[in-house]
């Protein structure tokens, strides 16, 4: 069965991230997944829920591949080629990031909102 996200536990785990950096061409095909995250991560209820969550936008008239990436506290990266996959396949694996994170901050007895 797969995994089930919340919109409770989404909301939490968002804090794990520090920016997004969403880079298309907005007449390109290929860009349909990279669009879609981006709205996605745009919704108020995320943005709410991380104050500190930068959404940045790269708009690009070159045919250069989409690309998203992830920033999160710990100073990791996520980067992924859009062109490869869904929306919701690049959220559950920033969902799973976020989730070990979780439990890492959980056994050290640290709190994502001190960060």
């Known amino acids: 069965m797969p995994l089930k996200i ?8 968002i804090k794990y ?7 298309f061409n907005p007449f390109d095909m290929r860009t349909r997944s ?13 943005l709410r ?17 989409p690309t998203v990436k992830f920033s999160f506290v710990d100073g990791s990266d ?13 959220l559950m694996e920033i969902w799973r ?4 994170m979780d439990d890492e901050f959980e056994l050290e007895g640290k709190n994502v909102d001190d960060m």
């Open 78 to 90: 996520i980067s992924f080629d859009s062109r490869e996959y869904l929306a919701n396949e690049m």
């Open 49 to 65: 829920a991380n104050t500190k969550l930068k959404v940045n936008a790269i708009v690009q008239g070159r045919p250069d591949a």
């Open 34 to 46: 990279a669009r879609e995250l981006l709205r996605q991560v745009n919704s108020q209820r995320l």
């Open 17 to 23: 991230v520090r920016k997004v950096e969403v880079s």
């Open 97 to 100: 990031k976020a989730m070990k």
């Open 6 to 13: 919340t919109k409770e536990m989404s909301s939490h785990l």
